[in-house]
């Protein structure tokens, strides 16, 4: 069976140091981050781009050109509540989103499910999977590109 999402709890050893690297603006894709997400899709992985903090985007997207996308959450905990996470959504006509259509004016989007935020949880979905996130607090979360090696 060919997996389409994975969630784990307590990804980094020590999310702390992530946390202030985020904070400093310090690189968050490491050799560990790199090691990890490799292990949990058993398979050599390149993380092609790091979008950081974009928190307030409700836009729904796909990304097709990754074979995955991964949303690392490294906000405190008490900070985390409230907070909405990434959701799926599927439209009854994607062809024509393909094909030009503008995929966030349509109201043709269904959700169909929805991850919460939580501290130091990793989501990884394909990148084909139409999705958006949204926080009603500041959040600090991380968005790898990752393409299958």
Same mark, same amino acid.
């Given at each position: 069976?060919? &997996? #389409?999402?994975? @969630? ?6 020590? =999310? ?8 400093? /603006? ?25 979008? &950081? ?15 995955? @996308?991964? @949303?690392?959450?490294?906000?405190? =905990?008490?900070?985390?509540? *409230?907070?909405? *996470? ?5 439209? !009854?006509? !994607? ?11 349509? /109201? !043709?989007? /269904? $959700?169909? *499910? ?21 926080? /009603?607090?500041? &959040?600090?979360?991380? @968005?790898?590109?990752? #393409?299958? $090696?």
């Amino acid at each position: 069976m060919r &997996e #389409e999402l994975i @969630i784990v709890d307590n990804f980094y050893d020590n =999310p702390l140091d992530y946390h202030r690297n985020f904070i400093e /603006k310090n690189s968050l894709v490491t050799e560990e981050t790199v090691g990890k997400i490799s292990q949990i899709l058993k398979n050599k992985i390149k993380i092609n781009q790091l979008l &950081e903090n974009q928190s307030n985007n409700k836009e729904i997207v796909a990304n097709p050109y990754y074979d995955w @996308i991964g @949303i690392v959450y490294l906000s405190i =905990p008490l900070a985390c509540h *409230g907070n909405l *996470g990434v959701s799926f959504f599927y439209d !009854e006509d !994607e062809l024509e989103i393909y094909s030009g259509k503008n995929s966030s004016q349509t /109201k !043709e989007w /269904k $959700q169909y *499910g929805h991850i919460p935020v939580k501290y130091n949880r990793l989501v990884l979905f394909r990148g084909n999977r139409w999705h958006s996130y949204f926080s /009603k607090n500041e &959040e600090f979360f991380a @968005i790898f590109l990752i #393409e299958n $090696q």
